[in-house]
């Protein structure tokens, strides 16, 4: 059974960066679709980018496009999201899942995912 583990959030100040890591145990990650979400107190939970197995090809929602950078590391079966330009608005709980629906015609910001979710990892922004 494919298990998914969030490491490297953390509190950073505005305009810091952070990089979460997203490992995959149980299976090979490069054979999902796996997706980065997260959700703000009080909000609800938004896809940020995935990256489709089929093509390899990643996809972003615009808030974060240009300041988050996604990709995957078939050798060590992680995937990381390297985010830049970080602000109070980033702060959330990130979460890593399989199999989201990541095809260009699905909007991100409602996510539908049909695999596993990792247990999330606590960005906070703040000075």
């Known amino acids: 059974q494919l298990q998914l583990v969030e490491s490297g959030g953390g509190l950073v100040q505005p305009g810091g960066s952070l990089r979460p890591s997203c490992t995959a145990s149980?299976?090979?990650?490069?054979?999902?679709?796996i997706g980065w979400f997260r959700q703000a107190p009080g909000k609800a939970r938004e896809g940020i980018p995935c990256?489709?197995?089929?093509?390899?090809?990643?996809r972003y929602v615009d808030s974060v496009k240009g300041r988050f950078t996604m990709w995957r590391d078939k050798a060590k079966n992680t995937v990381y999201l390297q985010m830049r330009s970080l602000n109070a608005e980033d702060t959330a709980v990130y979460y890593c899942?399989?199999?989201?629906?990541?095809?260009?015609?699905?909007?991100?910001?409602?996510?539908?995912?049909?695999?596993?979710w990792g247990q999330g990892t606590q960005v906070t922004v703040s000075s």
């Open positions: 899942a399989t199999d989201p629906i990541c095809d260009s015609g699905h909007s991100l910001s409602t996510p539908v995912v049909f695999g596993s």
């Open positions: 990256i489709s197995s089929s093509v390899d090809a990643t």
């Open positions: 149980g299976s090979t990650s490069d054979t999902y679709t």
